[in-house]
């Protein structure tokens, strides 16, 4: 009897003594970074584009390395990861919206990688599908957020009507989905209504709402939506009014919108409201919003990705920031910016997935599954964009566990207590003034001169000579409607590292390169 063709030897993996070893030697590394990391640059200063890449080979090694040169290289202070890494969980990380990662969280997407789940379906990942839908609907009471996010499938199929949520890399992906839901629910009232035009023809005509100070995601989405041939495309996009105070979206400004489009023979599909924009933290009036989107049958979708982890605090929910969430039809924050949970881990609620399936859900035979004919389990495949997905809901699962819901609340009180410190400090400092309100954990301000064209040359040059010390990051923006489309510094607190110290420290070091940078040329 012929044995067949001969196994050639497989590749030689890791021994679990070697495993230990470098779980053990990370650990190791791990415990120095987070000792030393308030020595380290805030961000690589005086790096150009293409010095990491020219420090390796060019080609891969064509025999295996020692784990020894492997580590040296990832963790050594003059290998390539460390030479070129932005430290954003550094203390005295300012820039941006914070990006927490916590040892639950590291710890749960540690599992989540031994374990090498890809649960597209129920089937390839029930723990993976089912955790993940629990700990969602402990999100909507931790939140406060309308009972109709809850994933309750009416006890008939999970294809059915109902809401529920499903995490998302970020919320980039989220607009996208909720837009395309939005679509798919517009093009079936069309046809409900008696419009028999072809899908495309429908499709084509709807349009989307957003506030001029939304993320750029939005005009994105439009694009691989094919709603927007480019980001300056506004044939089917529009960026609405914000109140010239508070840089919130004019809601008589989007009900004039619509009716406009209406007028067209357009269908207003979509708006995008926002909680806490990213330039200045503004809040859209959603209650407001929400009346105009019920009016009119269209879909509301909430960007809370940073500030809606302060709904954790029940003192935060107050009717300008939470009040007209019963008329959203999607809400979506990132766990990963505010709520110490690592980078990616947003979470998406919809009201309707029907309409989310309907966009969504594709069926090749090779899908196909008891569980998935019928109806029975969630495959959160068809509430995604892509087939695959992690299991990213372990990470979320840990950190609820370990901290619970007070000490959540702790973490955002404490960035907020420090945000209020610091915009203490530029209230005492007559060189400078606020731009807007603190929101929560963000403050903006901004060079005090009586020329708007020096001031903004001085601003701008200040944020970038405190950057360029390394000692802490920054980041600059633009602010439209009284503020003149000036430039102005945004201070964002909310690191798990950060402490008043650090808070101070910054703000002397402001003070200090304001020394140098204003002189005499400061007015006002």
């Known amino acids: ?86 430290h954003w969980q550094h203390p005295r990380f300012f820039a941006f919206f914070p990006a927490t990662a916590t040892d639950p969280a590291l710890l749960g997407d540690m599992l989540s990688s031994m374990l090498g789940t890809q649960g597209m379906l ?13 700990v969602l609907d402990w999100f909507v009471h931790l939140l406060g957020l309308p009972e109709h ?7 008939s199929s999970w294809t059915g009507g109902g809401g529920g949520g499903v995490i998302q890399g970020t919320a980039s992906e989220a607009t996208l989905c909720s837009i395309v839901a939005a679509r798919a629910r517009s093009v079936r009232t069309a046809r409900e209504a008696g419009d028999d035009s072809a899908y495309a023809e429908l499709a084509s005509r709807c349009c989307l709402y957003a506030s001029s100070q939304a993320h750029s995601s939005v005009v994105k989405a439009a694009m691989i939506a094919g709603l927007a041939e480019h980001p300056e495309d506004r044939s089917r996009v529009r960026l609405v009014d914000v109140d010239p105070d508070t840089l919130a979206m004019d809601a008589a400004a989007l009900e004039a919108a619509i009716r406009a489009d209406l007028d067209a023979g357009l269908i207003p599909c979509w708006i995008g409201a926002t909680m806490g924009t990213t330039s200045s933290g503004a809040f859209d009036p959603i209650d407001e919003i929400g009346a105009v ?50 980078f990616d881990l947003d979470a998406l609620f919809v009201s309707d997935r029907r309409s989310l399936l309907d966009g969504l859900s594709i069926m090749p035979e090779y899908l196909r599954t008891p569980e998935s004919e019928g109806g029975a389990a969630i495959d959160y495949r068809d509430w995604q964009i892509p087939l695959g997905r ?107 590292a950060t402490e008043a110290v650090h808070v101070d420290e910054t703000w002397d070091l402001i003070g200090s390169v304001a020394d140098e940078t204003l002189g005499s040329g400061r007015g006002g």
């Not at 999607?330 to 910016?337: D, I, L, Q």
């Open 122 to 134: 129920w089937r390839t990942g029930p723990a993976c599908t089912e955790v993940e839908s629990r």
């Open 390 to 496: 992690r299991f990213r809901a372990l990470k979320l699962w840990f950190v609820v566990r370990w901290y619970g819901a007070e000490g959540l609340r702790a973490h955002i009180r404490r960035g907020i207590a420090l945000a209020e410190r610091a915009e203490a400090r530029v209230r005492a400092d007559e060189r400078f003034e606020l731009t807007t309100e603190r929101s929560l954990s963000l403050i903006c301000f901004r060079v005090r001169h009586d020329d708007p064209e020096r001031r903004d040359e001085l601003t701008a040059a200040l944020c970038d000579r405190v950057n360029a010390t390394g000692r802490t990051l920054l980041t600059r923006t633009t602010l439209p409607g009284r503020w003149g489309g000036g430039v102005v510094i945004r201070f964002s607190v909310g690191g798990i």
């Open 149 to 155: 996010f809850l994933a309750d499938s009416d006890g």
């Open 293 to 342: 989107a019920r009016a009119h049958r269209v879909w509301l979708h909430v960007d809370a990705a940073w500030a809606g982890a302060a709904l954790v605090c029940p003192e935060l929910r107050d009717g300008a920031r939470a009040g007209g969430l019963v008329h959203a039809d999607s809400f979506c924050f990132n766990p990963h910016k505010w709520l110490l949970t690592t």
């Open 1 to 86: 009897m012929s044995k067949g063709v001969p196994i050639p030897d497989g590749p030689c993996h890791m021994t679990p003594g070697e495993l230990r070893r470098g779980v053990d030697d990370l650990l190791a590394f791990f415990e120095r970074y987070r000792a030393s990391i308030d020595e380290r640059p805030v961000w690589p200063t005086g790096l150009e584009p293409g010095q990491i890449r020219d420090m390796l080979p060019e080609r891969a090694p064509e025999t295996p390395q020692p784990w020894s040169e492997i580590l040296e290289d990832a963790t050594g202070d003059d290998g390539p990861v460390q030479r070129g890494t932005t």
